[in-house]
């Protein structure tokens, strides 16, 4: 995917004559190709794992042609410098464009997931999306799609889990040794709470989420309707996010109305599981020492040492 986004140097570039020859240009392209290589490994260092390094490379390689048709030697700035900058900014652009979850998508989606919550309460199981649908007062394809268009944005891989921003994505300095600790120690967490799922949930976050496979087929393989993949992952998003809360951030833990309910002892049951399942060393085995995951997708964790 390319990025629609044109900046102002980008128009400027298009439009105005170019100072080099196109075999000046071309010959600055070709020996700069390295550049968009070493700016797009470094972008894919510091941002989630669902982000494609093809996408990020034909972004790079735009900015790269349109800082060559732009560059004056005149002006006194190399050409490196230059062209890293262009670069650096069609990447940025190409990430803002792929984070296309509105804050109205995602205002949807907070409301859908408190309702979720309520309706479980009340019924004691995970509601239907038909159920769902009336409680928010819309329809079951609506609700379909804003859960899909949330949950595609969602940044569940094994480098974080959150909703983010382009702009959040993209730090501009490296952590610091505490920081870094306690993002790998979250990463052990997350990859403990996946493998601490019961065996269907497990399947759909790996296989939606990790797999990046069509809800259709994971519905086939499962043996079940799409609408009931679409449940099976609400419940295990729902069930990973208050795991880890309970683990990580107690204070952000949902209390149940009514602790002796079967739901209420389920979600005890597996928030256990995980503390049974992790330790620091455990945690920490998931990733290398620069943050990065260390295991293969989909790869159940190992029970804690």
Not at 200 to 216: H, I
């Amino acid at each position: 995917m390319t990025s629609t986004a044109t900046t102002a140097a980008d128009m400027i570039a298009d439009t105005a004559s170019p100072v080099l020859s196109v075999v000046e240009q071309e010959e600055l392209i070709r020996t700069h190709m390295p550049l968009v290589g070493h700016l797009v490994r470094d972008m894919l260092s510091r941002i989630p794992n669902h982000i494609h390094r093809d996408d990020l490379t034909s972004a790079g390689l735009h900015a790269l042609v349109t800082a060559a048709r732009g560059w004056d030697p005149a002006r006194g700035v190399p050409f490196h410098r230059f062209a890293a900058t262009r670069i650096r900014g069609g990447l940025l652009d190409e990430l803002r464009a792929l984070d296309w979850a509105t804050r109205s998508v995602r205002s949807k989606a907070r409301n859908t997931d408190v309702t979720r919550q309520q309706l479980t309460t009340t019924l004691g199981r995970t509601p239907t999306p038909e159920e769902l649908a009336q409680a928010l007062g819309t329809t079951t394809s609506e609700l379909h799609q804003t859960d899909t268009d949330v949950q595609r944005a969602t940044v569940l891989s094994l480098q974080g889990f959150t909703t983010s921003s382009a702009d959040d994505l993209v730090t501009e300095s490296t952590p610091g040794p505490e920081e870094m600790l306690l993002r790998r120690e979250q990463i052990g967490y997350l990859h403990h709470a996946i493998g601490s799922l019961p065996d269907r949930l497990q399947t759909v976050v790996n296989e939606y989420f990790l797999a990046e496979r069509p809800m259709a087929e994971i519905a086939a393989d499962l043996g079940v309707t799409e609408s009931r993949v679409s449940q099976l992952r609400a419940e295990a998003l729902s069930l990973l996010r208050d795991g880890l809360n309970t683990h990580l951030s107690p204070e952000l833990a949902p209390v149940p109305e009514n602790p002796e309910s079967i739901t209420a002892r389920r979600r005890a049951t597996y928030y256990a599981n995980i503390a049974s399942n992790t330790s620091m060393r455990s945690r920490l085995a998931m990733t290398n020492a620069n943050g990065h995951t260390a295991i293969g997708r989909g790869v159940k964790p190992a029970p804690a040492a």
